[in-house]
C-alpha cells in the first residue's frame, strides 16, 4: 500500500511558525513520501527484473533509507507540535524519567537545544531505549545517520534551515525557542 502525506493544515497560525515557512515545509514533506513510494517502486521492479546485482539496484537501496525517515521523521515532528502547545505533566511518567536521567526537566530541555544548536543540518529526538530503560537526547545527522535500533522517538525537533531561515534566519536557537512553545507534550508524553 502506497504511502499518503498526512494533512497538517491544523498547524498553521501557530505562534512562531509563519503560514508560508509551515506551507513549504508541508510541500517538502509532501516530496518525502511521494519519493517512499518512487523508490519502493522501482526496488520491487527490479528485483523482479533480476537486476539486484547492478549498481542502479544498490544505490537506490541506499537512499531508501533517507527518504522513509525523511517522511516518518516529518510526520513525528509535525505530530509532536500544535498550535498553542500542550504542557508536560510533572507528575507525568515521562517527566519522572526525564528527572531520573537527566536530573530534571530544565537540565535536559538544556542539553535538547544544546544538540539543537549543533552545526550541520538534521534532527534532534529525544529516544526512550525501552530495552534499557534509557533515554537518550540524539543527534540525526540528514535523516538517516544516528538512529538507535528498536528505542522509541518520543520528541522529535528539526534542524534542518528549512525548518526556520524564511522567518528566523541564522537564529536557530530563536526557532528552538518557538519549537519548545508549540510541542505538544500530551502527544509526546502517548509516545513515551
Ligand atoms: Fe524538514
Not at 513525528?76 to 530534571?104: H, R, V
Not at 537545544?113 to 534532527?123: D, E, L, P, S, T
Not at 530503560?133 to 528498536?150: M, Q, V
Not at 528549512?162 to 518557538?178: C, E, F, P
Request: proline share 2%.
Amino acid at each position: 500500500m502506497a504511502y499518503e502525506a498526512k494533512n497538517f493544515d491544523s498547524l498553521l497560525g501557530t505562534p512562531g511558525f509563519g503560514d508560508q515557512m509551515l506551507k513549504n515545509h508541508f510541500t517538502l514533506y509532501q516530496g518525502y513520501a511521494t519519493n517512499t513510494n518512487k523508490l519502493a517502486d522501482a526496488l520491487a521492479a527490479m528485483a523482479k527484473e533480476g537486476k539486484t546485482g547492478t549498481p542502479e539496484y544498490a544505490e537506490l537501496k541506499r537512499r531508501f533509507g533517507w527518504e522513509f525517515n525523511g517522511m516518518r521523521l516529518h510526520e513525528l515532528y509535525f505530530g509532536n507540535m500544535k498550535k498553542g502547545g500542550a504542557t508536560l505533566d510533572g507528575n507525568s511518567p515521562l517527566a519522572k524519567k526525564i528527572s531520573q536521567e537527566f536530573g530534571s526537566v530544565e537540565d535536559w530541555e538544556k542539553d535538547f537545544r544544546a544538540v539543537g544548536a549543533m552545526r550541520g543540518i538534521g534532527w534532534v529526538v529525544l529516544y526512550y531505549d525501552k530495552a534499557a530503560g534509557r533515554l537518550f537526547n540524539t543527534w540525526i545527522n540528514e535523516h538517516d545517520a544516528g538512529h538507535l535500533a528498536s528505542a522509541t522517538p518520543v520528541l522529535v525537533m528539526d534542524v534542518f534551515e528549512h525548518a526556520y531561515m524564511l522567518d528566523y534566519g541564522l537564529k536557530r536557537a530563536d526557532y528552538v525557542s518557538a519549537f519548545f512553545s508549540a510541542v505538544d507534550w500530551a502527544a509526546v508524553m502517548k509516545r513515551f
